[in-house]
């Protein structure tokens, strides 16, 4: 089991360029999220799928948009990068979006916006 | 948003020596998790609480879920070189089901 998986590891962007950073995961989980984490801060919910089908806003998701592609995959988008967008994202997976369910973090891809 | 007062905020120990970090709240959580992250990796869950004055151990590592439910704190004894990282509190409010996270607290071992 590879559990979650991210690509890629590293990327950097010109202002105002789109990428799509991947995840995915094998563990059968249904539940799917993507944070980003800044120096001297927790993490912080972007957006979230509970099920298959389904994406909810986060914490903080302005400047972002996500697809659940399928049970296993989850994406995260972004149309056109800001500098204010240089952070490390974070995938996870949990069976449960419910209470005290245990997530799964990917290795994270390091994401500079110049 | 919801915000989580880890503390402290890094810790420079020698090796051997007992650790104490804590997560306090305004707001009363439900479920309580610690996880470390190592340099390059992504969060790894080390204990989950569920109820209030829960006390839990994972080996060397202990957590107890405060009385009023807005508190945590984590303990490490004894500690060795490999316990080095970044440790996070994390809480689950009630309301909804999303993780609000510490700004963790970074453990280094004095050579």
């Known amino acids: 089991n590879a559990g979650v998986t991210q690509t890629p590891k590293f990327q950097v962007l010109k202002t105002g360029q789109s990428m799509t950073l991947q995840c995915a995961q094998d563990m059968n989980h249904n539940s799917m999220y993507w944070y980003r984490q800044d120096p001297g801060m927790g993490l912080r919910l972007i957006y979230y799928s509970a099920s298959e089908g389904t994406t909810d806003k986060g914490e903080v998701p302005n400047g972002y948009n996500v697809s659940r592609l399928n049970k296993r995959e989850f994406s995260l988008r972004l149309e056109s990068a800001a500098p204010s967008q240089t952070s490390v994202y974070f995938c996870?997976?949990?069976?449960?979006?419910?209470?005290?369910?245990?997530?799964?973090f990917g290795p994270g891809t390091r994401l500079t916006v110049l | 948003g919801q915000q989580l007062n880890q503390s402290p905020q890094s810790m420079f120990i020698q090796e051997g020596e007992d650790v104490s970090m804590n997560c306090t709240s305004s707001?009363?959580?439900?479920?309580w998790l610690w996880y470390k992250q190592d340099p390059g990796e992504g969060p790894v869950l080390l204990i989950a609480?569920?109820?209030a004055g829960e006390l839990t151990s994972n080996g060397r590592l202990t957590a107890q879920f405060g009385i009023t439910r807005k508190d945590s704190f984590l303990n490490i004894s004894a500690s060795i070189p490999s316990d080095v990282g970044i440790y996070f509190c994390a809480g689950q409010l009630n309301s909804n089901y999303q993780l609000i996270w510490g700004a963790g607290t970074k453990l280094i071992i004095k050579p």
């Open positions: 707001s009363i959580f439900n479920t």
């Open positions: 609480l569920y109820k």
């Open positions: 996870a997976s949990s069976e449960l979006v419910t209470s005290g369910d245990t997530q799964y």
